[in-house]
């Protein structure tokens, strides 16, 4: 499994911003996706997952309510859709593939390369 993301800039606090992740190869193997976030200097948190059907999700409580996961299964795509930012939303934004309904970032063995959200005071 391969996965792109995409998507991320650098906008003001209160601006939206929409983070994508396309997957490709044996995605079925892995219905789970998630998205993580790291700062400069910290460790790699748990942002939010969903599971296949899209049903199920759970977020962080750090962004609950202003963050928002969706996925197309006919595009393999997976989005990110991030409200009112915050300055300590800065980070670089990882998504993950697998097979676990997880907040630990061990359950997922695939990763994408990360895209960068700055978000300015």
């Known amino acids: 499994v391969q996965l792109q993301a995409s998507g991320g800039g650098l906008v003001q606090a209160g601006d939206s911003l929409r983070v994508s992740c396309a997957a490709s190869?044996?995605?079925?193997?892995?219905?789970?996706m998630a998205w993580f976030r790291q700062a400069p200097g910290q460790e790699r948190d748990f942002v939010v997952a969903?599971?296949?059907?899209?049903?199920?999700?759970d977020y962080a409580d750090s962004v609950k309510g202003r963050f928002t996961i969706s996925r197309d299964n006919a595009k393999n795509t997976v989005y990110l859709q991030m409200n009112s930012l915050k300055p300590e939303d800065t980070a670089v934004y990882f998504c993950a593939a697998g097979r676990a309904y997880s907040r630990y970032s061990n359950d997922y063995p695939y990763w994408g390369q990360g895209t960068q959200v700055t978000v300015s005071s």
């Open positions: 969903i599971t296949w059907s899209g049903q199920n999700t």
């Open positions: 190869g044996d995605t079925f193997s892995t219905p789970v």
